[in-house]
């Protein structure tokens, strides 16, 4: 799923292309991408794009007449631009194309599983409603990521990728970060010292500073095409198997719910290889039962 530092370069090149520019079309490809119709999409046509925006892990497109659309990308949706005239991706991708006079923006979404959606709403308060209320990280002192951490009693990985307590972070940037931290997924929050806090809060600017520059470096001047979960430079996401940049020992996974976590037993649980099934267990407990909801 795109988090953090893969929106932020979305953003920087839809600023450069689509801000102040007019939504000339909009076709919905997929009628199920678009989950509201009122107001109707009608309404944003023909009107200037006059801001762009990350809420969480979400995009906003600011529309005139204080219209938004926000687009979920979910785990397989992605952006695409394309000049005017240019060969659009695969029909069968396509989910919804919007139309510029220098070029169309193209949300697409890989496989069966339609997840990705768009949702048009008027005014502050129908925007208010797909705001998970996550704490920015970025923009946080340590004292609120600390308040915000241990506002509930979770497991490190299940605190770090939920959207009700930090905006955009997920599944791939959480293993990053509690790499980077030297902590465990599975260590409670409630159980940590303040100098871990710090640790970790350190490190999650750090992982989503760092990132945001390469992914920025990556795309250059070009739009971001190749936006996935998986990167060869990252240390453990991905990587079960392979040895830990930091110390060479095999990175271990933990899988829970369809999903799977990625640590450095040595870096992060110290040097202590933990029973995979329990582990399993004791994460798929603390994971609310679809995730899909709280997204
Ligand atoms: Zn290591």
């Given at each position: 799923?795109p ?11 839809l600023?450069s ?12 490809a ?17 009107t200037?794009?006059?801001?762009v ?5 979400r995009?906003?497109?600011?529309m005139?007449?204080d219209r ?6 979910m ?14 991706p695969?029909?069968?991708?396509i989910l919804?194309?919007?139309h510029?006079p ?8 890989a496989?069966?599983?339609?997840r ?5 709403v008027?005014?502050?308060?129908g925007l208010?409603e797909?705001?998970?209320g996550g704490?920015e990280?970025?923009?946080?002192t ?10 509930e ?5 299940r605190?770090?990728a ?8 997920g ?16 260590m409670?929050?409630s159980r940590?010292?303040?100098?871990e806090?710090a640790?970790?809060?350190d ?13 920025r470096?990556?795309a250059?001047r ?5 936006v996935?979960a998986f ?6 996401h991905g990587?079960?198997?392979?040895p ?12 829970y ?8 037993a040595?870096?992060?649980t110290g040097?202590?290889?933990l029973?995979d099934?329990?582990?399993?267990r ?5 994971w ?6 709280i997204?």
């Open positions: 799923m988090e953090l530092p893969d929106i932020t370069v979305y953003l920087e090149h600023q292309r689509i801000v102040g520019r007019t939504l000339e079309r909009l076709d919905i997929k009628p199920f991408v678009l989950r509201t119709f009122d107001p109707p999409v009608s309404e944003v046509v023909g200037a794009v006059r801001g925006r990350r809420m969480g892990k995009i906003v497109l600011a005139d007449d938004f659309i926000v687009i979920h990308l785990i397989a949706g992605r952006l695409r631009w394309r000049a005017p005239g240019a060969k659009l695969p029909k069968g991708s919804a194309a919007f510029f220098n070029g169309v923006l193209v949300l697409t979404e496989g069966t599983t339609r990705a959606s768009m949702h048009i008027r005014g502050g308060t208010e797909h705001d998970r704490l990280v970025l923009d946080a340590l004292a609120e990521f600390g308040a915000r951490l241990r506002s009693n979770h497991t490190l990985k605190a770090l939920d959207p009700r307590l930090f905006s955009g972070i599944n791939a940037y959480s293993d990053e970060i509690l790499h980077r931290a030297r902590l465990s997924p599975v409670l929050t940590m010292s303040d100098a806090v640790r970790l809060f490190a999650t600017r750090a992982t989503l500073v760092a990132w945001t520059e390469r992914l470096t990556e250059g070009n739009f971001p095409e190749k996935t990167h060869e430079q990252m240390a453990v990587r079960f198997g392979q830990c940049p930091v110390c060479g020992t095999a990175v271990q996974r933990i899988r719910a369809s999903n799977e976590t990625n640590y450095c040595r870096c992060q040097g202590r290889l029973a099934r329990a582990l399993s004791l994460l798929g407990k603390d609310p039962r679809s995730i899909d909801e997204e």
